[in-house]
């Protein structure tokens, strides 16, 4: 506690900005924090962040600059441990996608690392809005294992809490992916959102495409695909629909150069033929949460590789498909109710797969907005109920799925 007794809340991003989705989780996190009754909410930055403009909070007087990622012993001295960790209470760490090794053992286990060094130092620790797939590497399940079991673990999805429960033998917590609280919000210098409402306004079926490099290649986790080949099939194959005048927005979602977003996205523009051009927008940058969900609240059907993407699309009421390489995206549709949007992506794009689905999407789209508008509400609650019971301590771990949104009569074809 601080001198007078106010408590005071840690928020820990699951590595440096960069990515819409992750921006959007600190600052629905700290929102959150905040509307539960915290006034002291601070987040850890980290030395080599960038300002990427994607709507991360601005930083708070009492912002904590880590010297390192991952973290490191070597760097992270006992004096800056103290420093980082003294005073907070809470601390919450948003694990996301990082706490299976998918990505890498490395980023895994240094969130680890920061959860065990606040625990240390007097903290109480959640990790929270984490996904888990259900083949996890092995050092990473062996520290899980090793955390207090006083550190309980939040999982965004039932798969998840299941996969991690079977992996650990460490209880899951059930929660909601914290982005769903992400407001839309407009901006007079957004190309890509005067566009579409443009071509909207006119009548036209405008599609946003959110590539990942990390789709489409014999190892989703390997060396980032740049092939444009096949969601450049996908686009031409979309504008020849017959019956419907299509536009593409194609929109990254990371904005470090290393991770492939951006370079995908150029690759994309490079290869399309240009009989097609006119009909495509492609953004060099990401968009903020908030312009995100405004803008794909314009568009008739969101193909979305990227998670957040998917859920900003959720939000804003717009039917998806959603190409899975992770489990993490089948597992928020079931939570929704709309597990028949995804699409399995595990042997890369199938472009015949994917356009049939986007037809059969479209065709039934109304419904699915009305299943979309059940959907989204309940996932709100969820997730501020998450952050009750993690600032409480309370909350039952997990032992079957909830069945607050009834699922979904409609079925869509299995191309």
Same mark, same amino acid.
């Given at each position: 506690?601080?001198?007078?007794?106010?408590?005071?809340?840690?928020?820990?991003?699951?590595?440096?900005?960069?990515?819409?989705?992750?921006?959007?989780?600190?600052?629905?996190?700290?929102?959150?924090?905040?509307?539960?009754?915290?006034?002291?909410? #601070?987040?850890?930055?980290?030395?080599?962040?960038?300002?990427?403009?994607?709507?991360?909070?601005?930083?708070?007087?009492?912002?904590?600059?880590?010297?390192?990622?991952?973290?490191? /012993?070597?760097?992270?001295?006992?004096?800056?441990?103290?420093?980082?960790?003294?005073?907070?209470?809470?601390?919450?760490?948003?694990?996301?996608?990082?706490?299976?090794?998918?990505?890498?053992?490395?980023?895994?286990?240094?969130?680890?690392?920061?959860?065990?060094?606040?625990?240390?130092?007097?903290?109480?620790?959640?990790?929270?809005?984490?996904?888990?797939?259900?083949?996890?590497?092995?050092?990473?399940?062996?520290?899980?294992?090793?955390?207090?079991?006083?550190? /309980?673990?939040?999982?965004?999805?039932?798969?998840?809490?299941?996969?991690?429960? @079977?992996?650990?033998?460490?209880?899951?917590?059930?929660?909601?992916?914290?982005?769903?609280?992400?407001?839309?919000?407009?901006? &007079?210098?957004?190309?890509?959102?005067?566009?579409?409402?443009?071509?909207?306004?006119?009548?036209?079926?405008?599609?946003?495409?959110?590539?990942?490099?990390?789709?489409?290649?014999? &190892?989703?986790?390997?060396?980032?695909?740049?092939?444009?080949?096949?969601?450049?099939?996908?686009?031409? /194959?979309?504008?020849?629909?017959?019956?419907?005048?299509?536009?593409?927005?194609?929109?990254?979602?990371?904005?470090?150069?290393?991770?492939?977003?951006?370079?995908?996205?150029?690759?994309?523009?490079?290869?399309?033929?240009?009989?097609?051009?006119?009909?495509?927008?492609?953004?060099?940058?990401?968009?903020? %949460?908030?312009?995100?969900?405004?803008?794909?609240?314009?568009?008739?059907?969101?193909?979305?590789?990227?998670?957040?993407?998917?859920?900003?699309?959720?939000?804003?009421?717009?039917?998806?498909?959603?190409?899975?390489?992770?489990?993490?995206?089948?597992?928020?549709?079931?939570?929704?109710?709309?597990?028949?949007?995804?699409?399995?992506?595990?042997?890369?794009?199938?472009?015949?797969?994917?356009?049939?689905?986007? &037809?059969?999407?479209? %065709?039934?789209?109304?419904?699915?907005?009305? #299943?979309?508008?059940?959907?989204?509400? @309940?996932?709100?609650?969820?997730?501020?109920?998450?952050?009750?019971?993690?600032? @409480?301590?309370?909350?039952?771990?997990?032992?079957?799925?909830?069945?607050?949104?009834?699922?979904?009569?409609?079925?869509?074809?299995?191309?």
């Amino acid at each position: 506690m601080t001198g007078d007794g106010r408590r005071r809340v840690l928020i820990v991003p699951p590595g440096p900005e960069g990515g819409v989705g992750d921006a959007a989780v600190v600052q629905m996190l700290a929102s959150a924090v905040r509307d539960a009754g915290v006034s002291d909410v #601070g987040v850890l930055t980290y030395a080599a962040d960038e300002d990427w403009g994607l709507g991360a909070l601005p930083r708070p007087p009492d912002f904590v600059v880590a010297p390192s990622w991952p973290f490191d /012993r070597a760097r992270w001295s006992t004096a800056t441990i103290q420093e980082a960790f003294r005073e907070y209470d809470d601390v919450l760490v948003a694990g996301n996608d990082c706490i299976d090794g998918g990505y890498s053992n490395e980023g895994s286990l240094a969130l680890l690392d920061c959860a065990r060094f606040a625990y240390e130092h007097g903290a109480r620790v959640s990790l929270v809005n984490c996904s888990f797939n259900q083949h996890p590497t092995a050092p990473v399940v062996a520290g899980l294992r090793a955390l207090p079991p006083s550190i /309980r673990i939040w999982l965004r999805d039932a798969i998840s809490a299941r996969s991690f429960r @079977a992996a650990t033998s460490r209880p899951a917590f059930l929660g909601a992916e914290i982005a769903f609280l992400v407001e839309p919000s407009a901006a &007079d210098d957004s190309v890509p959102l005067a566009w579409v409402r443009r071509h909207a306004a006119a009548g036209d079926h405008v599609v946003a495409l959110v590539p990942n490099p990390m789709v489409g290649t014999a &190892d989703p986790l390997g060396a980032p695909q740049r092939d444009p080949g096949p969601y450049v099939a996908i686009i031409e /194959r979309l504008l020849r629909a017959a019956g419907r005048a299509t536009r593409v927005l194609v929109i990254p979602n990371d904005a470090r150069p290393g991770v492939g977003d951006l370079e995908l996205a150029a690759a994309i523009a490079s290869a399309l033929s240009a009989a097609w051009r006119d009909a495509v927008l492609v953004s060099p940058r990401p968009l903020p %949460a908030r312009v995100l969900t405004e803008t794909l609240g314009h568009v008739a059907l969101l193909i979305g590789a990227r998670f957040h993407a998917l859920v900003m699309a959720l939000i804003a009421g717009t039917p998806v498909v959603a190409l899975e390489y992770q489990d993490k995206m089948r597992g928020v549709l079931r939570e929704c109710g709309l597990e028949a949007l995804w699409v399995p992506c595990e042997r890369g794009l199938d472009v015949e797969r994917v356009v049939a689905r986007a &037809d059969a999407t479209l %065709a039934q789209a109304a419904a699915l907005r009305a #299943g979309i508008a059940r959907a989204v509400p @309940a996932m709100r609650r969820r997730a501020r109920a998450m952050i009750a019971d993690v600032l @409480a301590g309370s909350g039952a771990p997990f032992s079957s799925p909830l069945h607050e949104i009834a699922s979904m009569v409609i079925e869509i074809p299995r191309s």
